[in-house]
């Protein structure tokens, strides 16, 4: 099973770049997309990137800048896309029964931003129990794709002073790891890859890796 993945296209900022590269990879059987997929909310402007791989299996999350206002907005728009929101899906690949864990993520501190629009450390506790709730589900495989980091591991390179709102360490924390995690947000991130135990964990953000990731299973 082959997998290509990314995030952070801020589209349309990388649109170009990221087709350019996501062009040059041939056969793949899942692309993942972990969220900003679009700038500031602006879900039109996906277009171009769907028009490319509306014939490919292709699962995506939201991220901070896909803005809740507009989620409904992404999903009526691209059907094509299988949207995961704290939510999952099985999928058979090669025999195997392949679980894909999918949410925005977690953060260990929330933004002043989103402390304005009622969001505290309540409300990323009850997502990372869903999360992991999601996680404890039977499969061969299993995926766990989220925005934010779900590992600090891979997000070294970006100021420490700003790891809080980065993402939370979850392949750490729950009780059934996932076989890999998936995850963007850390653009300056030096450590794009790290294998922790079981979990192999890859931060995809476009502008960190310069090309689409590619993933074997």
Known sequence: MKLIASSDIHSPKWTGKFLNSLNK???????????DLADRGGYKHLYPIFN???????????GNEDFQQYRESYKKEYPGITWLDDSSILMDFDSRRVLIVG?????????????LMGIDSAYYKKKLERIEELLCQEADVKILVTHYASSME????????????????????????????????????????YSNGRTKIYNVAFPANGNVVTIGI
């Open 103 to 115: 949410s925005d993520g977690v953060l260990q501190r929330p933004t002043r931003f989103q402390q």
């Open 154 to 193: 891979t997000v070294f390179g970006e100021r420490e002073s700003v790891y809080p709102f980065l993402g939370y360490p979850i392949v750490e924390k729950v009780k059934c790891p996932p076989d890999i995690a998936i995850h963007g947000h850390a653009h300056y991130s030096k450590r794009t890859f």
């Open 25 to 35: 990879v041939r056969d793949f059987d899942l692309l993942v997309l972990a969220g």
């Open 52 to 62: 490319q791989v509306k014939e490919k299996k292709c699962v995506a999350v939201f």
